[in-house]
């Protein structure tokens, strides 16, 4: 197994909220499965050193043992960052998440407009918590960046360029987006893509650093995804599935009964690596890789599928 340059580790399906376009929304929420302390330290070890361990939900703030996991973490990594929704996000939340060494917090604003932003998650008032938790995170020193997603009608009405305006009237540290992927609940759901006349208009509009796409690492002027194309980045999920992505509802084994080198490396040299689409744009977006991997899930499989190389034929 080479170097893990990027490990996105789901930690709980569990929230307080139920978004219409959660990644990881199709997944069985069955907390007797999860990782336990134990259990996900271990998988830090068999990592070894990554350059980054993003630890993801659900939502992770919910999980008691988040801060032991952080400060963990920070000993195996150069660097950790955390997903939220912002609920839990106090100030002395936010002093206790720095001290056990995280780098970046990232919060979900799914829109500028209060109202929109507490329809879409269904909780009414979190627009203000979700503020609230980013200056609390800025007010004691903490990294904090606003995580967003790019759909056709904020991309057209501005208001995707509002949320980076108020990022920076926040003073936060940037933005990450996400373009609108078929995944999750939108799983089936192709026609959430940007068309790449919509593509270019997202290059026009971002300003790399302060805006980036997804990944730090990832190719900001395109839809190709390096993590997956230089194999630097992997998912492993609450219940130890070891995916290409959190967008990718295949797994290729489960740490808790093969050691991860051994799965990582089973992944890595899989013919979807060798898929042309890998080198030009995230997998999830493309006709032929959907036909071949995606569309051959049984609808109604309990998710992630595992794939054998004879789902691969």
């Known amino acids: 197994m080479s170097s893990i340059y990027y490990l996105m580790f789901g930690i709980t399906y569990e929230c307080q909220l139920n978004c219409p376009h959660c990644c990881v929304g199709n997944y069985a929420k069955e907390k007797h499965r999860e990782l336990s302390t134990k259990e996900i330290k271990d998988v830090l070890d068999q990592a070894s050193t990554t350059f980054i361990v993003n630890f993801f939900g659900g939502e992770p703030t919910l999980r008691p043992d988040i801060m032991e996991l952080i400060s963990y973490a920070s000993k195996k990594s150069i660097f950790?960052?955390?997903?939220?929704?912002?609920?839990?996000?106090?100030?002395d939340f936010a002093r206790e998440l720095k001290a056990n060494g995280l780098e970046m917090l990232?919060?979900?604003?799914?829109?500028?407009?209060?109202?929109?932003?507490?329809?879409?998650?269904?909780?009414?008032?979190?627009?203000?918590?979700?503020?609230?938790?980013i200056k609390n995170a800025l007010d004691i020193g903490l990294k904090c960046s606003l995580s967003t997603y790019i759909t056709r009608e904020n991309l057209s009405n501005g208001e995707f360029e509002q949320v980076i305006q108020l990022a920076r009237k926040l003073g936060a540290t940037g933005v990450r987006y996400l373009l609108p992927t078929p995944a999750g609940r939108w799983l089936y759901n192709v026609d959430v893509r940007l068309t790449p006349k919509e593509e270019k208009k997202v290059w026009e509009i971002v300003e790399y650093p302060f805006v980036c796409?997804?990944?730090?690492?990832?190719?900001?002027?395109?839809?190709?995804?390096?993590?997956?194309?230089?194999?630097?980045y992997l998912y492993i999920s609450p219940y130890g599935d070891v995916q290409p992505c959190c967008f990718i509802p295949l797994t290729f084994g489960n740490i808790r009964e093969e050691p991860l080198n051994k799965i990582v490396n089973r992944m890595w040299s899989h013919p979807m690596f060798r898929h042309p689409c890998i080198y030009k744009e995230c997998p999830m977006l493309n006709d032929d890789f959907r036909k071949k991997y995606i569309d051959k899930i049984p609808r109604g499989t309990k998710l992630p599928f595992k794939l054998h190389e004879k789902n691969s034929s």
């Not at 950790?80 to 100030?91: A, E, P, Q, Y």
């Not at 799914?110 to 918590?129: A, Y």
């Open 213 to 232: 796409r997804d990944f730090y690492f990832q190719n900001q002027s395109s839809s190709q995804c390096r993590g997956l194309s230089e194999k630097a």
């Open 80 to 91: 950790v960052f955390l997903d939220t929704n912002g609920i839990r996000v106090t100030k």
């Open 106 to 133: 990232y919060v979900s604003i799914d829109s500028p407009i209060p109202e929109k932003h507490d329809n879409l998650r269904g909780m009414e008032g979190l627009f203000e918590t979700a503020v609230g938790a």
